[in-house]
């Protein structure tokens, strides 16, 4: 989440920042931006609690197998489709000259999607997952129809109706929740309850938010703005930054489904949300705070240094603390799940470790992008996903059953180390300009 939070701003340039610092002496400007970052993350964490709702649903109703199948397939599918997103939503928010059709975004969508498809075929087919194939598939299917309604949020923030996009969120997680529930409960199987979620996304998409923007559709004029490469080179980095992101916290589940199993993997998925309430704080600070440091950065170099310092010690501490209490959490894991998720407090930990280190570097990475400095982040992550992988190819195997959670440990660490040497070079190049 909050790394979608950073992504989010990665758009937002100097001249936008002027403007900004321009609007906080009346306050309309700061108040309409907090209104949008509530709105916002009110989306975010209806898309962290449906996301969590089934896989509690998953992990009560089903076996650890199970819940490792549904792991992998999403790991399979969402690097792929993430990247064919190419956050055109954010190019929509942010394309204050209109040089870019909503038409002209779906056109681009439409193909990306279907290269996705193609190498999502091609990878289940060439590799030993091909028993995963029905539910990649519909894993893959939802992940296309959240891409299509992505770019209805899109022009729906363009016009502020964030109320909007976040009530369609709301609506969409608690559909898609009740009817993965409902199918597994009286299925058994985990493709009928992959399907229900899916219809649950395809019926938002076509009563709430593809109504929602008609007449914004109806408006725009698909003969006017830049062209399909134009757009492409706007567009394509910041997929592929997602992409990266989305490989980062894969990559372990590939080592851990391959060399301990399906079983080892849903322990591994499902005690990983617990990290998600942690992200949930980091990012509600940062998305609150990334409108005021774009600002600071401008106007006070030392008060932008200074809040970003805080923020940072206040992922750290919100970490530490959880970390802290693994042995509780580990008891409510039982609870909530099944009394064996109880039974493994240590890769729980590890898991705890890895979300205090990922909000560390998401807030630096926030300051760094608010300041329109966010250039080295592809390579930071780039980096990051590489010695995730190393680790995993020298330490995962059945003897090491932490070692996918260590993995994710890593990477995140040097994701918070990139960002914070881009933070140290960010703040050298404002010393020499002020």
């Known amino acids: 989440m909050l790394n979608q939070s950073m992504l989010s701003q990665s758009m937002l340039s100097q001249s936008d920042t002027t403007g900004l610092a321009g609007g906080l002496a009346g306050g309309l400007v700061v108040e309409s931006l907090a209104k949008a970052s509530a709105w916002r993350l009110t ?46 939503r954010t190019v929509l928010v942010t394309d204050a ?16 999607t279907g290269v996705a498809w193609a190498a999502l075929a091609l990878l289940v087919a060439t590799t030993g997952w091909r028993r995963q194939a029905l539910e990649t598939a519909l894993v ?14 899109g022009l729906l923030e363009r016009e502020q ?20 529930a409902a199918a597994l409960y009286w299925t058994g199987k985990l493709w009928p309850a992959l399907a229900m979620a899916a219809a649950a996304h395809a019926l938002v998409l076509a009563l709430v938010e593809r109504r929602s923007t008609r007449s914004a559709r109806a408006r725009a004029n698909p003969s006017v703005g830049g062209s399909i490469a134009e757009l492409a080179s706007r567009a394509v980095p910041l997929g592929m930054v997602v992409a990266l992101i989305s490989l980062l916290a894969n990559i372990p589940r590939w080592f851990v489904d391959r060399r301990q199993g399906p079983e080892a993997l849903g322990y591994l998925a499902a005690l990983g949300c617990f990290p998600l309430g942690l992200q949930a704080l980091i990012g509600a600070a940062a998305q609150a705070a990334t409108a005021r440091l774009a600002v600071l950065s401008l ?42 998720y109880a ?80 933070m140290g070079r960010l703040m050298a190049c404002l010393r020499r300009i002020g």
């Open 43 to 88: 989306a975010g964490l209806a898309a962290a609690a449906g996301q969590w709702g089934q896989m509690m649903a998953l992990a009560r109703l089903g076996p650890a197998e199970m819940v490792g199948r549904y792991a992998l397939a999403l790991s399979l599918a969402s690097p792929l489709l993430l990247a064919a997103n190419l956050q055109l």
């Open 97 to 112: 000259a209109g040089r870019f059709s909503w038409r002209r975004c779906r056109s681009i969508c439409g193909w990306a």
């Open 140 to 153: 893959a299917a939802a992940k296309s129809i959240e891409n299509a309604a992505d770019l209805h949020h």
């Open 161 to 180: 109706r964030h109320a909007l996009g976040a009530a369609a969120w709301v609506a969409k997680s608690a559909l898609a929740v009740a009817g993965f």
């Open 299 to 340: 106007a006070n170099r030392m008060a932008f240094q200074e809040l970003a310092g805080r923020l940072a010690w206040l992922a750290a501490g919100a970490g530490g603390i959880a970390v802290v209490a693994t042995p509780w959490l580990a008891e409510v894991a039982g609870a909530v799940y099944r009394p064996e």
């Open 343 to 422: 039974s493994h407090p240590a890769l729980l930990g590890w898991l705890l470790v890895a979300g205090a280190l990922a909000g560390v570097g998401g807030i630096l990475g926030t300051a760094v992008t608010a300041a329109g400095h966010s250039a080295g982040q592809p390579g930071v992550y780039a980096a990051a996903a590489g010695a995730s992988a190393l680790y995993c190819h020298w330490r995962v195997d059945a003897q090491h059953p932490t070692a996918g959670a260590q993995a994710m440990a890593l990477g995140a660490a040097v994701v918070a180390l990139g960002q914070g040497c881009l």
